[in-house]
């Protein structure tokens, strides 16, 4: 069974750092394709950042790209988004995904909540 969970969440003032984490256990993540998503207040859920399996490649999205690093540390089997100078509008819950047995990401975390304040 796939469980993912993520963690590092916490509320900071705008421009502060935040390391958030994704654990997963029955899924080895160097093996599938993992990415970061958020969903702010009253806003439907979007992408953020993937890392591919095979070569370990990364997207971030262009709103992020110069603030968010997606990393995966095999050794530990966990995948982390380090999120820099943070604004009020990164505000929202930030969900771990993974693509396992369809083309689609169809395994998530429950959510670790960032909120940046003004």
């Known amino acids: 069974q796939v469980r993912l969970v993520e963690s590092g969440g916490g509320l900071v003032q705008a421009g502060d750092s935040l390391r958030i984490s994704c654990t997963a256990s029955?899924?080895?993540?160097?093996?599938?394709?993992a990415g970061w998503f958020r969903q702010a207040p009253g806003k439907e859920r979007e992408f953020v950042a993937r890392i591919g399996w095979l070569d370990g490649s990364e997207y971030v999205v262009d709103s992020v790209k110069d603030r968010f690093t997606i990393s995966r540390d095999n050794a530990k089997n966990t995948l982390s988004l380090q999120m820099n100078s943070l604004r009020p509008e990164d505000t929202a819950i930030y969900y771990c995904?993974?693509?396992?047995?369809?083309?689609?990401?169809?395994?998530w975390g429950q959510g670790t909540q960032v909120t940046v304040s003004s």
């Open positions: 029955g899924l080895t993540f160097s093996s599938h394709t």
């Open positions: 995904a993974a693509i396992v047995s369809s083309r689609k990401y169809d395994h």
